[in-house]
């Protein structure tokens, strides 16, 4: 079984904190290197942050040392740490494997459901 459920997300007010979690099936998350992405309307889906099965990390430019991921083995679920945000941070946010799982015949990106995330005053 594969699964990936977000939450976390919500309305925040600009340079606000908000605090993603992504629940994860083992067979996507298990040594994996695990990423967040964002959509925002009417634009590709966009890698944000991720992180290997070490801990090694690696950020897009627009949210270095503002945003952090991590990952908790345990419970087979990684965060993503928003401090700072501005409106330009408004997506719906994903986690996936990086790069994203595919299934199916013929083969297509297999996603959660996403959360929302708002930053407006």
């Known amino acids: 079984q594969v699964q990936l459920v977000e939450s976390g997300g919500g309305l925040v007010q600009p340079g606000g904190s908000l605090r993603l979690s992504c629940a994860a099936s083992?067979?996507?998350?298990?040594?994996?290197?695990m990423g967040w992405y964002r959509q925002d309307p009417g634009k590709q889906r966009a890698l944000v942050a991720r992180?290997?099965?070490?801990?090694?990390?690696n950020y897009a430019d627009s949210v270095k040392g503002r945003f952090t991921i991590s990952r908790d083995d345990a419970k087979n679920t990684v965060y993503l740490q928003m401090n700072s945000l501005k409106p330009d941070d408004t997506a719906v946010y994903y986690c996936?494997?990086?790069?994203?799982?595919?299934?199916?015949?013929?083969?297509?990106?297999?996603w959660g459901q996403g959360t929302q995330v708002t930053v407006s005053s």
């Open positions: 996936n494997k990086f790069p994203p799982l595919r299934i199916g015949a013929p083969l297509v990106d297999y």
């Open positions: 083992v067979s996507i998350f298990t040594g994996n290197t």
């Open positions: 992180i290997t099965s070490g801990g090694a990390t």
